[in-house]
T-cell receptor
Framework: TQLLEQSPQFLSIQEGENLTVYCNSS?????LQWYRQEPGEGPVLLVT?????EVKKLKRLTFQFGDARKDSSLHITAAQPGDTGLYLC????????FGQGTTLQVKP | GAVVSQHPSWVICKSGTSVKIECRSL??????MFWYRQFPKQSLMLMAT?????????EQGVEKDKFLINHASLTLSTLTVTSAHPEDSSFYIC?????????????FGDGTRLSIL
């Protein structure tokens, strides 16, 4: 069974702080996706990383795919209250395998 | 962009009732749709893969007779929770991808919150 270990599961920080969320697996994925989900809504895709070592930036969010395509990270710079939500990594192997999720709370 | 619509968004019903949830791809055809279940503040757990014109593929531990899936057209998949009980209360989400290849991005519906009294 392919598993994605996501950490931390809960994170509460002050506005302006930086944070990193990690997603690790012993399996290789053809690609890895990051989603953000608001309460009562479906997940919204933020980014897909495909190539080992790939780095993608989305405003204050930086996503990195590990060289071996087994792990990924999401770094948020100068977090804002609007960043609050559930962040999910998901590895693609014909179907999406989701990590446990990281609940982020950014306090003003 | 690709839009996936789920209906209803929220349903409350009595124990023993069967509940049908619809998942529609509004502006694209989807040969494959996926059904997930999500408990509060937890991640999405894949329940089954819905294949147009054939039987669904269920994940280990998911009861086929409990969660009936029908994918009768390229734009519609339905999940029926049969004889629902309070433990079936959850957030159910469907997704579909726009292409035939499995590496195409999946687009998610907004989910259905099911509450069984």
């Amino acid at each position: 069974t392919q598993l994605l270990e996501q950490s931390p599961q809960f994170l509460s920080i002050q506005e302006g702080e930086n944070l990193t969320v990690y997603c690790n697996s012993s399996s290789v994925f053809s690609s890895l996706q990051w989603y953000r989900q608001e309460p009562g809504e479906g997940p919204v895709l933020l980014v897909t990383v495909v190539t080992g070592g790939e780095v993608k930036k989305l405003k204050r969010l930086t996503f990195q795919f590990g060289d071996a395509r087994k792990d990924s990270s999401l770094h948020i710079t100068a977090a804002q209250p609007g960043d609050t939500g559930l962040y999910l990594c998901a590895g693609l192997t014909g179907k999406l395998i989701f990590g446990q999720g990281t609940t982020l709370q950014v306090k003003p | 962009g690709a839009v996936v619509s789920q209906h209803p968004s929220w349903v409350i019903c009595k124990s023993g009732t069967s509940v049908k949830i619809e998942c529609r791809s509004l502006d694209f055809q989807a040969t494959t749709m996926f059904w997930y279940r999500q408990f509060p503040k937890q991640s999405l757990m894949l329940m089954a893969t819905s294949n147009e014109g054939s039987k669904a593929t269920y994940e280990q531990g998911v009861e086929k007779d409990k969660f009936l899936i029908n994918h009768a057209s390229l734009t519609l998949s339905t999940l029926t929770v049969t004889s629902a009980h309070p433990e079936d209360s959850s957030f159910y989400i469907c997704s579909a991808n726009t292409g035939g290849a499995s590496n195409q991005p999946q687009h998610f519906g907004d989910g259905t919150r099911l509450s069984i009294l």
